[in-house]
């Protein structure tokens, strides 16, 4: 790791203003994927701002049809809240199932969305459940916040405050897990909106990280059943290929996590 | 006190011809003490003593050692994996904020330090032996702490950077500017030996350094020529890497005065280690001193000496500092010794009752770049036929240089790759025959009254009882209800598949140990043994056996290790040599103690000698109340009540068993899950079962590991290691890991007094097997016919792609 300063951050003008003024800086949360990569010395930010004591970032409530969650809620927060057990069951399972007990209680829900990386599975949720990425700048649809691998609409220093989630009718969520790293092989998040509408987003398969699979909505939308995704071939030509998988494999796997998902709506299905 | 029990002992005969002794001599005193030990502590599941010490943060490991004005090595590493050096320039780096040195390999040259003196050739008695291409002694490749004029694997140091921080010696380390010119690279064995390769070494212009043949040819051929069926196939076992919890360190300091240098470094060996070291620099080893205590993992990975260690003891006396080196997980990927890499290709020609006719087999081991070891070829070599009784075998073992990471002995070195091999094959033959695999491996299957045994490549195994094992192995494992599981998981929608492996592996090793035992007045007892434990137990097992022979309390017995100033001879801990060499020594030493004792407590009690009963730690004089207690002697005497005793024993041991896998695939997702293992091991005396236990355990889940999802993997076209972190490399865990079902079966071994053979690494040697014909039987209605491993979901997927397609073209 190359020399690097840590500041605490206590509000969003204190920390606004460290960024602004400081060189080569960068916003930290849970540091998952910040931190491996400057001990691996791939990224050299000069001064680390913890964004996750600022309480614009912080609380999960209920607000209507609205779950609100604060962008610095570590995963074991999400998977423990009432409010998302009981709002979305899936959202709250899902973040139970993200890498190993350390990685929850550290790792928050804003880093993970503001990193996007392929296999995480937040961008998943976000995206099929047409959640709204509120920044310190303004509110995102999640079908446009998500712009490619490790790729976002954010701007420079632009910070996530909450992520509101639409409380769906159903969702549901269903994991291959690689063996190695146990991040998403493949991985499906499908929900039916309160209007009927059907969101399917797919993580951990797709070239340019999460994707919506619009023919599974469609069929989905007609059929609510698994036989729907079933007939359905998802484009290997889309897919990643990498040691843990070929795109040919990942293809036949988004059809087998969605059709799940489908079967697992209100809870997940993790393998 | 020394005893050299050579004359006339016959368990460590070194008579000419290759017929080990089986049997030890039954009338040594040693062996009256075994006899007469009440094992009041050997056999039962003593608690570990190392334990509250490494739990409560007290382990001594080589990162904890701080040296008085301690400085960091950095090292410059290879990107290429081969290539010339044109030039180094270290000034950016020398200007570097902290930096004290930079070094490169011809400062290395300068300054006289030779090669890392690894001396791979396995050479005791018993090793099979290998040769070079042609007959004579192998060029096995100068393998220097720095590259001098290429490099020939990626990761391979260039220079070293020594600063005041870790973090400086890290940044100067990027400013030292290497030019290479690129060359032609080949990391796979088959082409590395194919004709028209890219050359590694000069001296070797078609990279393969070993070719030696075992076995009968001419009888095999025949065999082959006339027999009723034959099978055969191609395996690649592949390569892994140990994965050592605590990274491979080591800190060194040089005192000028006495030009005595010290190294703190965790391996298998520190005696082993000090030699080497002296003759890398050229210097008497009495100017080494060599500290191993507590290592964080060894599993082979650790006994052999690592550049780094050169680099620091080097660094130390050209900065007059202590040097400290640290490696990186990603340098432990990159970095540490590798396992395995072995291709095969066997056949197996039976009758037409499918008895067993002979055997044939051509291994070849990727050593990479330097040849650090060949234990693994010539370990398999002699045992190519397994558990069974053919009765000829004809074997060609070479080894071929790639521009790979160096291989070394890896837990169970060489065994899981031969036992691989030769329970595939039986069960390629039991298809192809139409008959039960098991009963095929009963048909032919070693039989007691046959031991000692010698195969037909000339390995005589000592005892066992094979198709006990295997008995008691189905038994535990439930094989015949195996149908009602199968039934139950289908209509879950899962498929079960279940694999069975026979094993026997050999326990070599270096055939060399010493133990000294000292009574002190308090009561304590001290055994200095030059073995070295990495969570195998020692102080435990090894305090089990001294308490029993000198019947004291085992919380009394101190095992001393470590420290090459108060170890001066031991061979350190490798092919489950320790307990049995160990253990003996120290048998050795007890009876000499004692018997010393006996002298000193006549004397005092002014008696004869055999006029003293001992028991339970004192000596009583017969028919009166008169006593005297090793504690009082060892307080009452002018000089230490101390022995120091040497063995050298060369007679190996077979430790055998039996082990059974069950899988469930999710046909859907081509998940594999391990849902029973059993595994029976005969490891002769067992002195701590808890122990022994807790190391097939970890063997198995080692062999599963490397079976399921653990491989170095390379990519062949630039040739850059792919799965250098944990997000690539797959691991045995708690959640992908069943409740083993492990027993031991205790045939007590003729070759040394307390009757050790071996344990752990038989959890590993079948486990490549068992996983493999475990997923083959749950696939086998889709055709699949062959996987490679491991066997991740995407590797099932594919074989199961592969199948559908080749059944489709048909």
């Not at chain 1, 600022?54 to 809240?81: F, K, M, W």
């Not at chain 1, 199932?97 to 995480?120: C, E, F, K, L």
């Not at chain 2, 590395?192 to 095999?220: C, H, K, L, R, Y």
């Not at chain 2, 009757?755 to 039987?777: N, Q």
Request: aromatic share 6%.
């Amino acid at each position: 790791m190359y020399q690097t300063t840590y500041h605490k951050g206590q509000s969003l003008d204190q920390v606004r203003k460290l960024h602004a003024e400081l060189p080569e800086p960068s916003y930290i949360s849970g540091g998952f994927t910040l931190i491996p990569a400057m001990k691996n010395r791939l990224a050299a930010p000069e001064n680390l701002i913890d964004l996750r004591a600022l309480p614009e970032l912080r609380g999960i409530t209920r607000d209507g049809d609205r779950l609100r969650i604060g962008a610095a809620s570590c995963h074991a927060e999400v998977a423990g809240s009432p409010e998302v057990a009981q709002s979305i069951p899936a959202l709250a399972l899902l973040a139970d199932s993200i890498g190993d007990m350390q990685v929850r209680h550290m790792g928050t829900i804003g880093g993970s969305v503001a990193n996007n990386d392929p296999a995480a599975d937040y961008p998943a949720a976000v995206l099929a459940l047409g959640a709204t990425i509120i920044t310190d700048q303004r509110e995102i649809a999640a079908h446009d916040f998500f712009t490619g691998m490790y790729a976002t609409d954010l701007a420079e220093g632009e910070i996530i405050l909450r992520i509101d989630f639409p409380v769906p009718r159903s969702a549901g969520y269903a994991k291959l897990r690689n063996p190695a790293s146990k991040y998403a092989i493949a991985a499906s998040f499908v929900a039916r909106g309160s209007d009927g509408s059907v969101r399917v987003a797919v993580t951990g398969a797709g070239e340019d990280g999460v994707f919506r699979w619009f023919d599974a909505e469609q069929a989905l939308a007609d059929r609510f059943e698994t036989a729907s995704v079933e007939a359905l071939q998802p484009d290997p030509g889309m897919m990643l290929s990498d040691l843990h998988g070929s795109a040919e494999y990942r293809a036949a796997l988004v059809k087998v996590m969605t059709a799940r998902a489908v079967d697992a709506q209100g809870s997940v299905d993790i393998c | 006190m020394n005893a050299h029990p050579d004359g006339g002992r016959s368990g460590n005969a070194l008579g000419a011809g290759d017929i080990p002794q089986m049997n030890w001599d039954q009338t040594g005193p040693e062996m009256k003490m075994v006899r007469d030990a009440l094992f009041r502590h050997v056999g039962k599941p003593v608690r570990r003593k190392e334990d509250h010490r490494l739990l409560t943060g007290k382990g001594r490991f080589t990162d904890d050692f701080l040296l008085e004005g301690q400085t960091y090595a950095a090292i410059v590493r290879s990107e290429h994996p081969h290539a010339r050096i044109i030039s180094i320039s270290a000034d950016a780096a020398l200007a570097a904020p902290g930096v004290l040195e930079v070094l490169t390999g011809a400062d290395m040259v300068q300054d006289g330090i030779g090669p890392l003196a690894h001396n791979p050739l396995p050479s005791t008695k018993f090793d099979m032996k290998l040769c070079a291409p042609g007959g004579g002694i192998p060029f096995v490749g100068e393998h220097h702490a720095l590259a001098i004029d290429k490099v020939r694997h990626v990761g391979e140091a260039v220079a070293v950077v020594v600063a005041e921080t870790p973090g400086q010696a890290a940044d100067a380390a990027e400013l030292v500017e290497v030019e290479y010119e690129a060359l032609p690279h080949v990391v796979d064995s088959a082409q590395a030996a194919a004709q028209g390769a890219p050359v590694i070494w000069d001296e070797v212009p078609g990279n393969v350094f070993v070719e030696s043949s075992f076995g009968d040819w001419d009888a095999t051929e025949r065999a082959f020529a006339t027999a009723a069926h034959t099978v055969e196939a191609d395996f690649h076992v592949s390569r892994v890497t140990a994965v050592t919890i605590e990274p491979r360190a080591a800190v060194a300091q040089y005192d000028p005065e006495t030009g005595r240098y010290e190294l703190f470094a965790g391996s298998g060996g520190a005696v082993k280690h000090k030699g080497e070291l002296a003759r890398c620099f050229g210097i008497d080893a009495n100017r080494i001193r060599v500290h191993s205590y507590d290592v964080g993992g060894n599993f082979g990975a650790r006994n052999r000496v690592y550049p780094e260690f050169a680099l620091v003891m080097w660094a130390a006396r050209r900065t007059g500092r202590p040097v400290k080196f640290t490696a990186t997980r990603s340098e432990a990927f990159l970095t540490d010794y590798q396992g395995r890499d072995l291709r095969t290709k066997v056949a197996l020609a039976l009758d037409a009752d499918g008895k067993f006719l002979a055997m044939r087999a051509d291994n070849l081991s990727n050593v990479g770049a330097f040849c650090v070891s060949l234990s693994p070829l010539s370990k398999g070599a002699g045992l190519i036929t397994g558990s069974y009784d053919i009765p000829v075998a004809a074997l060609r073992a070479r080894a071929v240089f790639t521009n790979t990471m160096c291989t070394q002995a890896y837990r169970s070195s060489g065994r899981p790759e031969v036992t691989y091999a030769i329970e595939r094959l039986v069960e390629l033959a039991a298809r192809k025959l139409g008959v039960d695999p098991l009963e095929l491996r009963r048909k032919n299957l070693v039989h007691p009254e046959q031991m000692p045994y010698r195969n037909a490549v000339g390995q005589y195994y000592d005892s066992g009882e094979y198709e006990q094992n295997m008995d008691r192995a189905l038994e535990l494992f439930d094989w015949d209800g195996f149908a009602a599981r199968k039934d139950e998981a289908s209509q879950r929608g899962k498929l079960l598949g279940r694999g069975f492996a026979n094993y026997v592996e050999s326990s070599i090793g270096s055939p060399k140990e010493r133990a000294e035992i000292e009574v002190f007045d308090d009561g304590r007892i001290e055994v200095v043994i030059g073995t070295q434990p990495s969570g195998q137990g020692h102080e435990t097992s090894f305090a089990q056996v001294v308490a029993d022979m000198l019947q004291v309390p085992v919380e009394r017995v101190f095992i001393i290790i470590g420290d090459t100033d108060v170890v001066s001879v031991g061979g350190g801990s490798h092919s489950g040599r320790s307990m049995r060499h160990a253990g003996t020594v120290m048998a050795m030493a007890s009876a000499e103690l004692l018997a010393l004792a006996r002298g000193h407590a006549a004397e005092m009690l002014e008696t004869a000698a055999d006029e003293l009963a001992y028991a339970d730690g004192v000596f009583h004089q017969r028919g009166t109340n008169r006593s005297v207690s090793l504690q009082d002697l060892a307080a009452r005497l002018a000089d230490p009540l101390r022995v120091v005793t040497d063995n050298e024993m060369h007679t190996p041991v077979f430790p055998n068993g039996a082990a059974i896998c069950e899988v469930e695939i999710d046909p859907n997702t081509f998940h594999v899950a391990i849902t029973r293992y059993v595994s029976v091991d005969d490891v002769g005396r067992c002195i701590n079962p808890m122990i022994v236990h807790g190391q097939t355990h970890g063997g198995i889940a080692q062999g599963v590991g490397q079976a399921m999802w653990e491989l170095c993997a390379i990519d062949h076209d630039s040739g850059q290691p792919i799965a250098g972190s944990f997000m690539d490399y797959g691991m045995p865990r708690t959640d992908n890991m069943p409740f083993f079902i492990s027993e031991i079966a205790e045939v007590i071994s003729p070759t040394n007094p307390l009757g050790v053979k071996a344990g752990g690494e038989g959890g590993t040697t079948p486990a490549l097997a068992t996983v493999t014909l475990a997923v083959l039987d749950a696939l086998a209605g889709m055709g699949v016919e062959d996987i490679a491993m491991p066997l991740t979901p995407q590797a099932v997927w594919q074989a199961v792609q592969d199948a559908a397609n080749t059944q489709a073209k048909k």
